[in-house]
């Protein structure tokens, strides 16, 4: 069983910067993979990026590529993402996801989810 919990949500105005944490409860958390999605009001969950156990690899949607960049520490249960250049667009709720399997952009392959951070960006 993994617990996870989101934080570093806010406010922020276009083109600044935030850093979400997902902090993981369970000794098993380093070896599952992680991802993180985001919901918009009135919009469907989707996939920003995802993570493998060793954070050898990493996968992002390319709405973020080259502006996020997550990464964790297996060390300290978390997973992270850095958000730069932060555009209007990016205002959604942010989930944080991990599952034991292979990193995935589909949300229904994660086992495991937080309760999410809200990302506001203002024009």
């Known amino acids: 069983q993994v617990q996870l919990v989101e934080s570093g949500g806010g406010l922020v105005q276009a083109g600044g910067s935030l850093r979400l944490s997902c902090a993981a409860s369970g000794r098993t958390f380093s070896t599952y993979a992680a991802g993180w999605f985001r919901q918009a009001p009135g919009k469907e969950r989707e996939f920003v990026a995802a993570i493998n156990w060793s954070g050898g690899s990493t996968y992002y949607a390319d709405s973020v590529k080259g502006r996020f960049t997550i990464s964790r520490d297996n060390a300290k249960n978390t997973v992270y993402l850095e958000m730069n250049s932060l555009k209007p667009e990016d205002t959604a709720v942010y989930y944080c996801?991990?599952?034991?399997?292979?990193?995935?952009?589909?949300?229904?392959?994660?086992?495991?989810w937080g309760q999410g951070t809200q990302v506001t960006v203002s024009s």
């Open positions: 996801a991990a599952d034991p399997s292979s990193p995935s952009d589909y949300a229904f392959e994660y086992d495991y």
